[in-house]
Nanobody, 124 residues
Framework: QVQPVESGGGLVQAGGSLRLSCAASGRTFRNYGMGWFRQAPGKEREFVAAINWSGGTTYYADSVKGRFTISRDNAKNTVYLQMSSLKSEDTAVYYC?????????????????WGQGTQVTVSS
């Protein structure tokens, strides 16, 4: 029903900004809840941010609150993660996930579909 594809990853200096995009297939994209997760080398996957179908509900991990912003443009079938004030500890592979329930969840197990991931490297 949906195939998320992430883009926008790359190398950035500490303190800099980067915007990730997640494009998803499906004519009912506007009904999907979306989430961003990340996995650093040697660590477990962790929640980053989530947004519900309308964009009216968002959640953020404490580690990124105030620095990252999740948003969506349903007309473009795209979800964004705007990252600012980046730190070296933000270095990870970032994954986009979708759920057909339409709600925003902080647990990865609640999402049905996952993208391939995009690498974000923050140099210090």
């Amino acid at each position: 029903q949906v195939q998320p594809v992430e883009s926008g990853g790359g190398l950035v200096q500490a303190g800099g900004s980067l915007r990730l995009s997640c494009a998803a297939s499906g004519r009912t994209f506007r009904n999907y809840g979306m989430g961003w997760f990340r996995q650093a080398p040697g660590k477990e996957r962790e929640f980053v941010a989530a947004i519900n179908w309308s964009g009216g509900t968002t959640y953020y991990a404490d580690s990124v609150k105030g620095r990252f912003t999740i948003s969506r443009d349903n007309a473009k079938n795209t979800v964004y993660l705007q990252m600012s004030s980046l730190k070296s500890e933000d270095t990870a592979v970032y994954y986009c996930a979708a759920t057909t329930t339409g709600f925003a969840y902080t647990s990865g197990g609640m999402y049905n579909y996952w993208g391939q991931g995009t690498q974000v490297t923050v140099s210090s």
